[in-house]
Nanobody, 128 residues
Framework: QVQLVESGGGLVQAGGSLRLSCVAS????????MGWFRQAPGKEREFVAA????????YYADSVKGRFTTSRDNAKNTVSLQMNTLKPEDTAVYSC?????????????????????WGQGTQVTVSS
């Protein structure tokens, strides 16, 4: 079992920045591929970003590419999502997720069903 706890959400003006963190506890963190997803009210959950177990590989949704960066520190069991140039359409609940596999491909890391553990989420609100 892995427990995931996100933090860092909040209210920010358009053009601003936020940094989300996700701390994992339980099984060895370095075994997991980590992903970030978001869900806005009335919308489906969507993929945001993913990072491989080593941190060497990342993948981003087109909507956030160039603005968001994900990173991880396996020694601290933490994965982060740096969000810059935020837009009102980025408003959503952001959740981190852990996939119990070191395999990394766009076809798998973008699918929520591929992940085994989820955090509760943190609200990000971007005002215009």
């Amino acid at each position: 079992q892995v427990q995931l706890v996100e933090s860092g959400g909040g209210l920010v003006q358009a053009g601003g920045s936020l940094r989300l963190s996700c701390v994992a506890s339980g099984r060895p963190f370095s075994s997991y591929t980590m992903g970030w997803f978001r869900q806005a009210p009335g919308k489906e959950r969507e993929f945001v970003a993913a990072i491989s177990w080593s941190g060497r590989n990342t993948y981003y949704a087109d909507s956030v590419k160039g603005r968001f960066t994900t990173s991880r520190d396996n020694a601290k069991n933490t994965v982060s999502l740096q969000m810059n140039t935020l837009k009102p359409e980025d408003t959503a609940v952001y959740s981190c997720a852990a996939r119990d596999s070191r395999g990394f491909s766009a076809a798998t890391v973008t699918r929520g069903l591929e992940y085994d553990y989820w955090g509760q989420g943190t609200q990000v609100t971007v005002s215009s």
